[in-house]
């Protein structure tokens, strides 16, 4: 469900609100009087002001009693009011109003770790909701905090998608809020899009994404959605070249691991296969309503990884987009099957100045990495750089892993250009071997992949994240594409 907390920026905190929330250290005299002095109250709780910290304090409001909630912010930067706004909206859980004396400095950021903290989603009416109304109190913030909104909108949708049961949620499916998303286009951009059906897949040669769809009785979709800059024809018109990159995104609805079946612990989560195709279709929406300087193509490879009698086998040999053949030994490694259709339509259709993938590719990253960073393999120095830079500011923090060359020779194969997996155990290294299967598949492009199996879901509900998908990557791409 998107962000259900209505939001209003207001000059001045509302004098008799309820529930009031304000950085410590502020001049409270003129908006409530405390039963006690700040400095020695704060004292007397050892507060520190560290980002995240809380102070609570009953004070009087007419008969009734209502709180003020001191909160730290810590060193002020953006990570830091990231926290703290997620603690002052998880502490107004399940009431009517909050108003926020916002603090200095980066106040989308707060405003975005307060939404986002607030998201919730469930199917059904049990459960407290989120705080219903949040008043952000600051002289001119209003563009602040429509950006923050704008940026946990676009991250809520990601999780949205993800977290929706696979009942609901097959490629055809995807397909429609995908279209739907870019309709609710904004000012900012022209945007436009293009849906391949299992038919056009077929004569379009797209090997991969149909091998992995045709188990299932939901079949496979590859969806692209394009965005380019509102001032694009004048710019054209100069002369001015406009840059390209292009976006791919895993969008498998299941995985069930096909005929290679998951363990059931190990296939439950997997409705949030597709997280990497929902933050491109986040990330294109955000586009519109952001706007960014560059053209922008969004592909995403939907398909069902399913069980059944019509499924691929260990040991079939398919043919992906562009004619190169693989040896598919493992059906759960399915995800790259279909990023490698895409990636190799981009390079021999698009043209891009560059491309980055975002997959829920290998559980093997969540092993090295763990759930707090997510893995950037690229091709290209530079783009590391942006992006992990990008992921330093956004607060969804990057590892640059390697694409070893001396691992190539694991996907060797006797019979196929390649195979999908290591047949052996000489290499290991599992999530490197896999971005070097979608390696192959780049041209000479700058490339970077994004491997987002470990952080992609959260076990609980802590600081922005809610237990469920995360929708990482959104927040890391718009700051590289929109970002000043
Ligand atoms: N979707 C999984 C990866 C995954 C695992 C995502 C855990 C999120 C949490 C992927 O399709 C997969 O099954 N990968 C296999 C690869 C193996 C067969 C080489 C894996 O990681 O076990
Ligand atoms: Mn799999
Ligand atoms: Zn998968």
């Not at 020695?40 to 709780?45: D, N, T």
């Not at 603690?87 to 926020?100: E, I, P, T």
């Not at 054209?236 to 840059?243: P, Q, S, V, Y």
């Not at 700058?446 to 199996?453: C, K, S, T």
């Amino acid at each position: 469900m998107p962000i259900q907390t209505s939001i209003t920026t207001v000059a001045q905190a509302s004098a008799d609100a309820a529930l009031l929330a304000v950085p410590f250290g502020e001049d409270l005299a003129p908006r409530v009087e405390l039963p006690v002095p700040a400095a020695p109250l704060l004292e007397h709780y050892q507060a520190k002001g560290e980002a995240g910290e809380i102070v609570e304090v009953p004070v009087a409001r007419g008969d009734a009693v209502g709180r003020v909630l001191l909160y730290g912010v810590g060193d002020g930067s953006a990570t830091a009011l990231r926290k703290a706004g997620a603690a002052v909206a998880r502490r107004a859980k399940g009431r009517d109003a909050l108003s926020v004396v916002l603090p200095e400095g980066a106040r989308a950021a707060f405003v975005e770790g307060a939404l986002l903290a607030a998201y919730t989603f469930r199917i059904g009416e049990s459960g407290s909701g989120p705080v219903a109304a949040i008043e952000f109190a600051s002289e001119d913030a209003e563009a602040e905090v429509a950006r923050g909104q704008a940026i946990a909108g676009a991250v809520a949708l990601a999780r949205d998608l993800a977290n929706t049961p696979s009942s609901e949620k097959n490629p055809e499916w995807l397909a429609e809020r995908a279209l739907e998303q870019l309709a609710e286009d904004g000012p900012q951009g022209r945007t436009s899009a293009r849906v391949w059906d299992e038919d056009a897949l077929r004569s379009g040669g797209f090997g991969g994404i149909l091998a992995v769809g045709q188990g299932s009785v939901s079949p496979p979709r590859l969806i692209q959605l394009s965005y380019e800059p509102a001032d694009a024809p004048e710019r054209r018109a100069r002369g001015e070249r406009i840059g390209h990159y292009v976006l791919v995104g895993k969008g498998i609805t299941y995985d069930t691991g096909g005929l290679s079946l998951k363990p059931t612990d190990n296939m439950k989560f997997m409705k949030t296969d597709m997280a990497g195709g929902a933050v491109v279709i986040a990330v294109l929406g955000a586009l519109a309503r952001l706007g960014a300087p560059v053209r922008v193509t969004g592909l995403i490879a939907a398909a069902e990884n399913s069980f059944s009698g019509s499924a691929q086998r260990p040991g079939d040999v398919i043919t992906q987009y562009g004619g190169r053949t693989v040896e598919v030994l493992n059906t759960d490694a399915e995800g790259r099957l279909v990023m490698a259709d895409a990636l190799a339509y981009a390079d021999a259709e698009l043209d891009p100045d560059l491309m980055v993938d975002i997959a829920t590719l290998t559980g093997a990253i969540g092993i090295a990495l763990g759930k707090g960073l997510g893995a950037v393999f690229a091709s290209d120095d530079e783009l590391a750089a942006r992006l992990n830079e990008a992921g330093e500011a956004s607060g969804e923090r990057l590892w640059r892993m390697p694409l070893i060359d001396d691992y190539a020779p694991a996907l060797e194969s006797a019979v196929a250009d390649l195979a999908n997996i290591e047949a052996g155990s000489a290499y290991g290294a599992g999530s490197i071997t896999a971005a070097l299967f979608l390696r192959e598949f780049t041209g000479k492009r700058p490339w970077a992949h994004l491997d987002i199996a470990g952080v992609g879901r959260s076990t609980a509900d802590e600081g922005l994240l809610t237990k469920g998908a995360t929708g990482f990557g959104v927040r890391l791409l718009l700051e590289w594409l929109t970002g000043r």
